[in-house]
């Protein structure tokens, strides 16, 4: 069985393939201190508790981080007797190959998001996804990573609101009731909210006509769902985009050997 890690700036997530569907999927901080042995201390007694046994065979890791990847790597030889494939790094080819400027280092996330949305939808896509920050990733008709933009994370974007503004409180991201706000809580939550809805939608509307092309937009992140509820930005929204991507990539390299 293959165990998929996705190490993000803000959360980690561990999720073991069978092959046919994802057996179980958890998520934890990402903290680069973080040791291979409090790793599996974790996830074993995770497993443990949910009765799963799994014989995992082969690991797969994306990180946005690299001080966690030495320890990643120490956790799947020490427990698992295997060379863990990393996206981005010698030993794991892509399915197809970015084709950025020369010397341009595309972010491991970047490249299994388009894994996975070429492989559920085909090319000419835009990638929306809503993490730390909100990344705009263009995948071409034959699936290559072509480019993209890179804007602020909606928290954030919140967070810099508090920090920088002695008066501003930190807040939740909600819909408004309204865009005009009346009270400093709900002045905050309509610029950011209805601030991203304009970001999307004017940044994709612009990909699309300097491409060319009809594009379909798919969305990831855990703030998708909430910005498509009063918008019709995406075409599809996928929650689980960089764990299936890994399991693609995986499987590209396993059919090469």
């Given at each position: 069985?293959l165990?998929?890690?996705?190490?993000?700036n803000?959360?980690?997530?561990?999720?073991?393939?069978?092959?046919?569907?994802?057996?179980s999927?958890w998520?934890?901080?990402?903290e680069?201190?973080?040791?291979a042995?409090?790793y599996?201390?974790?996830?074993?007694?995770?497993?443990?508790?949910?009765?799963?046994?799994?014989?995992?065979?082969?690991?797969?890791?994306?990180?946005?981080?690299?001080?966690?990847?030495?320890?990643?790597?120490?956790f799947?030889?020490?427990?698992?007797?295997?060379?863990?494939?990393?996206?981005?790094?010698a030993?794991?080819a892509?399915?197809?190959?970015?084709?950025?400027?020369?010397?341009?280092?595309?972010?491991?996330?970047r490249?299994?998001?388009?894994?996975?949305?070429?492989?559920?939808?085909g090319?000419d896509?835009?990638?929306v996804?809503?993490?730390?920050?909100?990344?705009?990733?263009?995948?071409?008709?034959?699936?290559?990573?072509?480019?993209?933009?890179?804007?602020?994370?909606?928290?954030?974007?919140?967070?810099?609101?508090?920090?920088?503004?002695?008066?501003?409180?930190h807040?939740?991201?909600?819909?408004?009731?309204?865009?005009?706000?009346?009270?400093?809580?709900?002045?905050?939550?309509s610029?950011?909210?209805w601030?991203?809805?304009?970001?999307?939608?004017?940044?994709?509307?612009?990909?699309?006509?300097?491409?060319?092309?009809?594009?379909?937009v798919?969305a990831?992140g855990?703030l998708?769902?909430?910005?498509?509820?009063?918008?019709?930005?995406?075409d599809?929204?996928?929650?689980?985009?960089?764990i299936?991507?890994?399991?693609?990539?995986?499987?590209?390299?396993?059919?090469?050997?």
């Open positions: 069985m165990l998929a890690i996705d190490c993000g803000t959360n980690t997530v561990f999720a073991i393939w069978d092959g046919d569907t994802f057996i999927e998520r934890t901080a990402t680069w201190q973080r040791t042995d409090q599996y201390v974790w996830l074993s007694s995770l497993m443990k508790f949910q009765e799963i046994e799994a014989d995992i065979t082969d690991v797969i890791v994306s990180s946005t981080v690299p001080r966690v990847v030495f320890n990643l790597r120490v799947a030889d020490r427990y698992f007797n295997t060379r863990p494939m990393v996206v981005g790094k030993g794991c892509l399915p197809a190959e970015p084709r950025v400027d020369e010397g341009t280092q595309v972010g491991p996330d490249l299994v998001n388009t894994a996975g949305a070429f492989d559920r939808h090319g896509l835009v990638v996804d809503f993490g730390t920050a909100t990344t705009f990733d263009v995948v071409a008709d034959d699936g290559a990573y072509v480019g993209g933009v890179i804007a602020p994370g909606v928290n954030l974007s919140l967070e810099a609101l508090h920090m920088a503004a002695a008066a501003l409180p807040v939740d991201i909600t819909k408004p009731q309204k865009v005009v706000g009346t009270n400093t809580v709900a002045c905050m939550q610029g950011v909210f601030g991203y809805i304009g970001l999307v939608r004017e940044i994709c509307a612009r990909i699309k006509a300097e491409r060319g092309a009809a594009m379909k798919i990831t855990g998708a769902p909430l910005f498509q509820q009063s918008e019709a930005l995406f599809a929204f996928e929650d689980d985009l960089t299936h991507g890994l399991t693609v990539i995986h499987a590209y390299n396993k059919g090469m050997s």
